[in-house]
């Protein structure tokens, strides 16, 4: 499977050296389909590389600085528009992650500028950014209203002159989610990340990691999701001797211990993750349990041509998305509205 040979190349870069053609194209497919060609290439840089795929990898190291150079300077319009408000730019996912110089954002490409500010000022935030050149992507009335009534962020909104799209979050989780994550203290405890730009404090960089990939979304960009987290944890045990304790009490603050946990799991069992083990003052072993081998099952789900495969397992991780985001009966009536609206008799 392409996607296998994408983890074990990420990994263990020396073994690219022994791949043939066939593989090769496939783990290129793989790396483009799952956005991680360019963090390939910055794995791969010094290996003996068959001759057509330099420039492939080359490219994509230099489209991903590009991007990187970009979300900054969106960043840094953003913290201009919300500066005479009082309202400092949290940054999140790459652009944080590019912002902090970290392992995380090497070869990370970054689509949307996500932003989180206190929901205490959305009233505020959302005029100044339309002010500053913003404007919404979605003027459906319903979608409208289920963003601010139901989710943790603004509707998308994309800059008229620079097409850069822009969200705009108060927490981490859709506020039907089970968790409730403690906004207020992920944007008391951020840390500044450069002129003007903060970024989550490092443990709870991962946890909205985890929080983003298993307790949220439907494992689509997986592997890239959990290519993050396992820098992300890779940087910080270095960092702080207890790095993995401070993430455990940490998760267990914002309701959010069974998807760092899982997302430990899979990272150290894909990616080789240096996780710590605990038996004091908490337990914590990182044995895959059986449900874990249907995530792993997901996030491998590509042939060699990239494409995606077990199509009924990713169709039952999108349905456990929209599970997850809220209750059975706003579920059922979410999903009526949308389809009725999708499909107008004519």
Known sequence: MSAALLVRALRQPATVEHLDAAQWNGLIAAAKAERLIATLAWRVDGMRLPEPVQPILRDARM??????RQALWEADRAAAALAPL????????????????????????????DILVP???MSQVEPALMAAGWEWVKEDAYDDAYYRQWMHELPPMIHVERDRMIDVHHTILPLTARPKPDADALLADAVPAGENVWTLSPEDRVIH????MLADGDLQGGLRNLWDIHCLCSEGGRAVPDFYLFLFERAAFHQLVPAVWRALRLAHDLYGTPVVAYRAPITVDYRLRASDRMFIARLLARDGWGRETRKLLVFAFYLRSHWL??????????????WRKGHRPR
């Open 86 to 113: 009082g309202v400092r730019l949290v940054v999140l996912k790459g652009t944080a992650y590019a912002a902090a110089g970290l392992v995380a954002g090497q070869g990370r490409f970054i689509g949307d500028l």
């Open 63 to 68: 489209d991903a600085a590009r991007e990187a």
């Open 119 to 121: 929901r205490s000022a």
């Open 325 to 338: 985001r809220m209750p059975p009966l706003m579920l059922a009536r979410h999903l009526w509205t949308k």
């Open 209 to 212: 990691a985890a929080a983003h």
